[in-house]
């Protein structure tokens, strides 16, 4: 098993700068493709940034291409995302995923993570 904490989240003003961390603990950690997802209210849960076992290769949606940007310490078995110019439109539960079979990882697809935190919440006010 593996247990996903994420931390980081709050209120901030539209422009401002927020960094999440999750923290993973069972089995290893740098063995797992990670993943981070939002959901807004009333929307579904959607693909924000996702990064490869050795931190090597790293991919982000479009709506947050050039602002947000995903990273790893596998020493410190975290996954981190740090989100910059922030909008009101980023508002959501942010969660982080961990993906246990990397030869299927599907990068965007939220069914190929088996391991999920609670979510932390972001709110960016205007």
């Known amino acids: 098993q593996v247990q996903l904490v994420e931390s980081g989240g709050g209120l901030v003003q539209a422009g401002g700068s927020l960094r999440l961390s999750c923290a993973a603990s069972g089995r290893t950690f740098s063995t797992f493709p990670m993943g981070w997802f939002r959901q807004a209210p009333g929307k579904e849960r959607e693909f924000v940034a996702a990064i490869s076992r050795s931190g090597g290769s790293i991919y982000s949606a479009a709506s947050v291409s050039g602002r947000f940007t995903i990273s790893r310490d596998n020493g410190k078995n975290t996954v981190y995302l740090q989100m910059n110019s922030l909008k009101p439109e980023d508002t959501a539960v942010y969660y982080c995923?961990?993906?246990?079979?990397?030869?299927?990882?599907?990068?965007?697809?939220?069914?190929?993570?088996?391991?999920w935190g609670q979510g932390t919440q972001v709110t960016v006010s205007s």
């Open positions: 995923a961990a993906d246990s079979n990397p030869a299927t990882w599907i990068i965007e697809r939220e069914q190929s993570y088996d391991y």
